[in-house]
């Protein structure tokens, strides 16, 4: 539908199409004690973290 919040993924999945994608579960978070706002922060955080530590990863 093209509406992905984020650009770059928009951007690659209009280039690519979706069949070029593959996803996997990389952390949960189970913390019933989050705010909203907290969540959404150690949300910013860990998408963070993933991106510095998958950065450079061959992919099959």
Known sequence: MGTHP???VQAALKAHGG???GYEVLERI???D???LGLADLLKR???HWIE???GRKLA
């Open 46 to 48: 860990r998408e963070r």
């Open 6 to 8: 984020n650009r770059d």
């Open 34 to 36: 989050l705010t909203p």
């Open 53 to 55: 530590a998958l950065a």
């Open 30 to 32: 189970d913390d019933p």
């Open 19 to 21: 069949d070029a994608f």
